[in-house]
């Protein structure tokens, strides 16, 4: 996870410096110029259409609801990315439960276009770690990426991934 965080930076970072230098090394006639100011108006819209970045404390809630047996897959369906299947939710609460995972959000910073990156300590199996679980903004929402869902279920045990993530 940190590679791909660590290559956007890297992408981010050379796509201003080009966009810097093309505009450094161009006359008013050049039109490179003007697509890069439209190509930045564009990505600032996307970011000011996005939901207000949500507090640690408020995506521990979301997490911990999404994992808790006691709330029925229905309500937690629309806290992962594209309004995740009952299969993917049920193997995602049993897996939790039966790992005794815990776990607690502790930092969120913006991670690509669309994407939160969240730091999060946790426990499986009594062994302690640290995870990045990533949220992506959809239909107005902040919701935990499929892919990392099930990338996690594969990780723990490759047996419990559901069909949905293949």
């Known amino acids: 996870m940190k590679f791909r965080k660590t290559s956007r930076i890297l ?16 006359d008013d006639s050049n039109k490179p110029a003007a697509k890069s100011t439209s190509t930045t108006t564009a990505v600032a819209t ?4 996005l939901p207000p970045q949500p507090t640690p404390e408020e995506l ?3 997490f ?4 808790d047996p006691n709330v029925p897959a229905a309500e ?6 594209g309004g995740a299947d009952e299969a993917l939710i049920t193997k995602f609460v ?10 607690s959000i502790t930092k969120v910073e913006p991670y690509g ?20 679980p990533v949220f992506v903004a959809e239909n107005g929402k902040w919701k935990l990426k499929k892919q990392w ?3 996690s279920l594969g990780a723990i045990d490759p047996n419990s991934v559901p069909a949905s993530c293949k």
């Open 76 to 81: 937690k369906a629309d806290m992962i990315q």
């Open 11 to 26: 992408i981010a970072g050379m796509a201003i410096m080009t966009a810097l230098s093309i505009t450094a090394c161009s």
């Open 64 to 67: 911990q609801t999404a994992i």
């Open 94 to 103: 049993d897996l939790a439960k039966s790992t005794g995972a815990t776990l």
């Open 113 to 132: 276009m669309d994407e939160l990156l969240a730091t999060a300590s946790f426990s499986i199996n009594g062994q302690p770690g640290e995870l990045q």
């Open 149 to 151: 869902v099930c990338d």
């Open 46 to 49: 996307r970011a000011a259409n």
């Open 60 to 62: 521990n809630a979301q």
